[in-house]
């Protein structure tokens, strides 16, 4: 075990409690409203992240279904090659199944499955691949590598430059993925400006259905996020592999700060998040990060919130 020293915030705000033996490989706590840096540790070290992948590919989908008029009932048909190398299928999902769009999203974010993350991205890039331009890289690719085009796009824009995805799941492969805590709290912040998202990483448990031939199935999905409901704690996503180990992250909110100064009031939205790659106990861990992260939080608030630094 390493003892972590708590980050000393640029404007000389001390934090008293005594910091907790943590052993994940990376953390960091960040202000979600504008970045601010509370606490970190090896924020840019390249690591594997696992299904935390998910986040990715579910806003991915999100954004393409948005500038498609925000259907996410359309039927996506789950395809055979959803099944190599994922290694285990929890649903029970099989070749040919049908599934709306949010029915995968919830799949793919509460209990992490990766034939349904596969599923989503197989649907999305064929809709994608007609709008490549024609050109024998394309001509090879398929609409899974058209899917995992765009994650790499959406990291580019968040500037998430340390991350590279290789696929929709996160599952480690000949080649690795990899991330940073700093790039996967850039992606959760965005994330968790959509109220959709918000919506699906915030359920204990929730029920889709699926078609097998003329069949309707129904499985009751439970969230991998143990924390969830705890402390104010509202998301977000978990991940494990072999070689990224247990990552979390966790998004927590308390009331707005309200301040009303004559005539004009000001609110001030309060959420955090938290980030755990690379550990021996993510839920442990994410706790107390969480709980050290408010009161670093009331620190920098009570100094008015300065940003001299770099998000």
């Not at 090896?42 to 008029?69: N, Y």
Request: charged content about 20%; glycine content about 8%.
């Amino acid at each position: 075990m390493r003892l972590r020293p708590v980050l000393a915030l640029s404007f000389a705000v001390f934090f008293a409690a005594s910091p907790a033996l943590l052993a994940a490989e990376a953390s960091i706590t960040i202000d979600a409203q504008t970045g601010y840096i509370l606490e970190k540790f090896q924020p840019d070290k390249k690591r594997q992240i696992g299904s935390v992948t998910k986040i990715a590919t579910a806003m991915v989908v999100i954004d393409w279904a948005s500038k498609q008029g925000g259907d996410l009932t359309q039927v996506a048909v789950v395809p055979p090659t959803a099944f190599a190398g994922t290694g285990e299928n929890n649903i029970g999902l099989q070749p040919g199944d049908t599934a709306t769009l949010r029915d995968l999203l919830c799949a793919a974010l509460i209990q992490s499955d990766n034939i349904a993350a596969y599923t989503l991205a197989d649907h999305v890039g064929r809709a994608l691949h007609g709008q490549m331009p024609v050109n024998s890289e394309s001509a090879r690719a398929t609409p899974v590598d058209d899917f995992v085009r765009q994650m790499n796009a959406l990291a580019k824009h968040l500037g998430m430059e340390r991350t590279r995805f290789l696929n929709p799941s996160g599952i480690d492969g000949k080649e690795k993925p990899f991330s940073t805590a700093m790039d996967v709290a850039r992606l959760t912040k965005y994330a968790m400006n959509n109220a959709g998202f918000r919506f699906y990483v915030s359920q204990k448990e929730r029920e889709i259905e699926f078609g097998r031939g003329s069949g309707r199935m129904r499985y009751l999905l439970r969230n991998t996020n143990e924390l969830l409901g705890r402390d104010a704690i509202d998301g977000v996503k978990t991940g494990r592999t072999m070689k990224a180990g247990d990552c979390l992250v966790l998004s927590a909110a308390r009331p707005s700060e309200v301040v009303q100064q004559g005539a004009t009031t000001t609110v001030t939205p309060r959420r955090l998040i938290v980030v755990v790659l690379g550990s021996n106990d993510r839920f442990g861990e994410g706790a107390a990060l969480l709980n050290r992260g408010w009161s670093l939080y009331d620190s920098w608030a009570a100094a008015g919130r300065p940003m001299n630094q770099k998000e």
